[in-house]
């Protein structure tokens, strides 16, 4: 007769899990999560777990209760949270350059998402690919063939239909897709939105990343998810993010890939199932009133 060895403790499933029978800390006393029996997961880092193991009340002009996948909901720290939004670019959207039919109909549900968020003091952080010249001499050959077709063109080159040269700072390919660059200059204007380089698939790869020094310098742990490719320049943020210690949460409803099927289910799965959490706008929208 086969049973689970009484050892066999999974990394993975956290989404599927029954909700803990008792209130447990996890991480350090300088860095820690609190989960409660009602499926309340506290990101905040702003009360330990008490002797009586009370759930804390929600401080609703400081933090917000987010329900995610598995019958959860995470409590955050409003002025330590950020929606990282990836690479909702031309290049990677308009229609002129690329089908990507799932990665447009990501853009609504953002424009609706964006608002309710400035309102509660939490930042967007436009994270895109916006190369120098210098940094064109040290992209790794691996990158370079990907972003070559029949081994034309490739980063830096002028693209056509004056789109300007590809994925360089201040080239119209790099500009956010239609009505999302009208809505960043807005954010920039009342100082909510902020508008981060990368120059590798993953925003927080190497020493100092611009995005990683932000949200040192900001104070910001918990990390809001969207953007194309899912499982290319989104998983890889999320992937480093995690490995770095941050919050992460995937928003299911503005996180889309050209890849075959496969691609996104497993970033969702890993995301909520091992990761951090999964929700979606709709979730975050109520929760934030």
Same mark, same amino acid.
């Given at each position: 007769? *086969?049973?689970?060895?009484?050892?066999?403790?999974? $990394?993975?499933?956290?989404?599927?899990?029954?909700?803990?029978?008792?209130? &447990?800390?996890?991480?350090?006393?300088?860095?820690? +999560?609190?989960?409660?029996?009602?499926?309340?997961?506290?990101?905040?880092?702003?009360?330990? @777990?008490?002797?009586?193991?009370?759930?804390?009340? #929600? &401080?609703?002009?400081?933090?917000? =209760?987010?329900?995610?996948?598995?019958?959860?909901?995470?409590?955050?720290?409003?002025?330590?949270?950020?929606?990282?939004?990836? !690479?909702?670019?031309?290049?990677? #959207?308009?229609?002129?350059?690329?089908?990507?039919?799932?990665? #447009?109909?990501?853009?609504?549900?953002?424009?609706?998402?964006?608002?309710?968020?400035?309102?509660?003091?939490?930042?967007? #952080?436009?994270?895109? +690919?916006? @190369?120098? =010249?210098?940094?064109?001499?040290?992209?790794?050959?691996?990158?370079?063939?990907?972003?070559?077709?029949?081994?034309?063109?490739?980063?830096?080159?002028?693209?056509?239909?004056?789109?300007?040269?590809?994925?360089?700072?201040?080239?119209?390919?790099?500009?956010?897709?239609?009505?999302?660059?009208?809505?960043?200059?807005?954010? /920039? /204007?009342?100082?909510? =939105?902020? +508008?981060?380089?990368?120059?590798?698939?993953?925003?927080? +790869?190497?020493?100092?990343?611009?995005? !990683?020094?932000?949200?040192?310098?900001?104070?910001?742990?918990?990390?809001?998810?969207?953007?194309?490719?899912?499982?290319?320049?989104?998983?890889?943020?999320?992937? =480093?993010?995690?490995?770095?210690?941050?919050?992460?949460?995937?928003?299911?409803? $503005?996180?889309?890939?050209?890849?075959?099927?496969?691609?996104?289910?497993? &970033?969702?799965?890993?995301?909520?199932? *091992?990761?951090?959490?999964?929700?979606?706008?709709?979730? $975050?929208?109520?929760? *934030?009133?």
């Amino acid at each position: 007769m *086969s049973q689970v060895p009484i050892h066999d403790t999974p $990394i993975l499933g956290m989404a599927a899990r029954p909700k803990v029978s008792k209130a &447990v800390e996890y991480g350090n006393p300088a860095n820690f +999560w609190v989960e409660y029996p009602s499926g309340l997961m506290d990101l905040t880092r702003s009360q330990h @777990l008490m002797a009586d193991a009370v759930e804390p009340s #929600l &401080v609703g002009s400081a933090q917000l =209760d987010i329900p995610v996948n598995g019958d959860r909901t995470i409590r955050v720290d409003k002025s330590k949270t950020a929606a990282v939004i990836i !690479d909702m670019q031309n290049f990677f #959207l308009h229609p002129e350059l690329r089908i990507h039919k799932t990665g #447009l109909e990501c853009v609504d549900p953002l424009l609706k998402l964006i608002t309710p968020l400035r309102k509660q003091g939490v930042k967007i #952080l436009w994270v895109n +690919w916006g @190369l120098t =010249d210098p940094e064109l001499q040290t992209i790794p050959p691996s990158l370079a063939r990907g972003f070559r077709k029949g081994g034309f063109g490739g980063f830096g080159t002028e693209m056509p239909g004056n789109f300007g040269r590809l994925l360089m700072r201040d080239a119209r390919n790099s500009e956010l897709y239609g009505p999302l660059q009208g809505e960043y200059l807005k954010g /920039q /204007q009342e100082g909510t =939105d902020v +508008w981060i380089h990368k120059n590798r698939m993953s925003g927080l +790869w190497g020493h100092q990343s611009a995005l !990683d020094l932000y949200l040192k310098e900001n104070g910001i742990t918990t990390l809001l998810f969207g953007g194309v490719n899912a499982d290319q320049c989104v998983g890889g943020t999320l992937v =480093d993010a995690y490995f770095q210690g941050y919050d992460c949460v995937l928003v299911e409803d $503005i996180t889309a890939t050209t890849s075959p099927a496969g691609g996104l289910e497993n &970033v969702i799965y890993n995301a909520g199932n *091992s990761q951090g959490f999964v929700t979606n706008t709709s979730n $975050i929208i109520s929760a *934030s009133g």
